[in-house]
C-alpha cells in the first residue's frame, strides 16, 4: 500500500509564499523515517531540517511541493472571511499533491478547526476516492506527515533565505517577530506601498499600512 503525507509551513506568516508538501512511501517503509528521526519541522533545528529533508527524498516513492505566493492567498481570502477562504484554499491545493502522489491512503494536517470538514474539502477535489486521515497536529503523529512537514519548512526556510538576501533582514516573517513588523515598516517609507511578496491582506500588513497613512495625513 502507497502512503502519502501532506502538511504545510508559512500559514500564518505575513511574507513569503505559504508551502504545501507532500511524499509518498510504501506502507512498510515508513519505520524507516522513525529510525531517521523524522518529527514535527518546528521541533527540529534548521540544520537538523536541511539534514533530514536530504535523506527523506532518498528513501521516498516520490514527492512534491506547492507554494503559495502572496498575490494567490490575498485574492482568495480578501473575497470572503480570512480563515474559511485560506482552508479551502489549502484543501484544494492538498487535493492537487495527492492526485500528483497517487497514495492508497493520505494522512494531512487539518487547517480547519472542524477536521472532517477539511477532509472533505480535499475529498470533493479528488478525481478518485482514497482513505483520508485528516488530524490536527498530525505531524506530531505520524511520521509520514513529520516528512513532508520537513520538506514544506526547508522550502520556505530558503524563500525567506533568499529574499532576506535581496531585500534585507526581513526577520521570520510572522508578525510575532519584531523584525518582521519593523520590516514592513521600512518597505513602505521607501515606496508607500507593499512589494509583492508581503501578504497585503494580512492584518498587521493592513494595520502598519493603516497607520503609516495616518500619520501622512497628520503632516499635511
Known amino acids: 500500500m502507497l502512503i502519502a503525507g501532506v502538511d504545510d509551513a508559512g500559514r500564518g506568516s505575513v511574507i513569503g509564499p505559504l508551502v504545501i508538501a507532500g511524499v509518498l512511501m510504501k506502507e512498510e517503509d515508513i519505520p524507516r523515517l522513525i529510525q531517521l528521526g523524522v518529527k514535527d519541522s518546528k521541533l527540529l533545528s534548521p540544520r537538523r531540517r536541511e539534514e533530514l529533508d536530504i535523506e527523506i527524498k532518498r528513501i521516498v516513492q516520490n514527492h512534491t511541493v506547492i507554494k503559495l505566493q502572496p498575490k494567490e492567498i490575498d485574492r482568495v481570502v480578501e473575497t470572503g472571511r480570512k480563515l474559511h477562504k485560506l482552508n479551502r484554499l489549502e484543501a484544494q491545493t492538498m487535493a492537487k499533491i495527492i492526485e500528483t502522489l497517487k497514495p492508497d491512503k493520505a494522512y494531512v494536517d487539518a487547517s480547519d478547526v ?77 515606496t508607500s506601498t507593499y512589494p509583492c511578496f508581503i501578504r497585503k491582506s494580512w492584518k498587521p500588513a493592513k494595520r502598519t499600512k493603516r497607520e503609516k497613512d495616518s500619520f501622512q495625513k497628520k503632516l499635511i
Open 114 to 190: 472542524l477536521e472532517e470538514r477539511f477532509k472533505h474539502h480535499i475529498q470533493e477535489c479528488l478525481s478518485f476516492k482514497i482513505e483520508i486521515v485528516s488530524e490536527h497536529k498530525a505531524d506530531r503523529t505520524y511520521p509520514i506527515v513529520s516528512a513532508a512537514s520537513i520538506i514544506a519548512k526547508v522550502e520556505r526556510d530558503k524563500e525567506i533565505a533568499e529574499l532576506a538576501s535581496k531585500y534585507g533582514d526581513l526577520g521570520s516573517g510572522y508578525p510575532t517577530d519584531p523584525k518582521t513588523i519593523d520590516f514592513l515598516k521600512q518597505c513602505l517609507e521607501k
